[in-house]
């Protein structure tokens, strides 16, 4: 029985190890993205893009954010009243431009 824990810990550990570096490659991409937009000229710096979606969400959790680097939209993840809230802005503007649950 230990030896069989002793397996299944070291697949678990060897599993986070191959998909973790994947996920990360993914958002460091976006990042990277969002960067040369802002670098560019293509959007406002998110700090700011930010600020302007947390006043609007009235005291909401923000949770993280994405980018779309074909139409420089960001979505921002927020909790509001135990619900999730996406909040579209235009990267460009700093507009909210949509509103999900």
């Known amino acids: 029985m230990t030896r069989n824990s002793l ?3 070291l697949g678990a550990i060897a599993a986070m190890l191959v998909v973790n570096p994947v996920a990360q490659a993914g958002q460091r ?6 960067r040369r ?3 560019d000229g ?3 710096p998110f ?3 930010k600020r302007r979606v947390d006043a609007a969400m009235g005291g909401a959790t923000y949770l993280g954010a994405e980018f779309n680097p074909s139409s420089n939209h960001y979505r921002l993840k927020y909790v509001k009243d135990g619900k999730v809230v996406w909040v579209d802005a235009d ?4 507009d909210i431009t949509g509103w999900a649950r």
Do not use: F, P, V, W
């Open 91 to 94: 990267g460009r503007t700093g």
């Open 29 to 34: 991409g976006e990042q990277d993205a969002a």
């Open 47 to 49: 700090s700011l893009i």
């Open 42 to 44: 293509h959007t406002m």
């Open 7 to 9: 397996i299944a810990g």
């Open 37 to 39: 937009a802002m670098l």
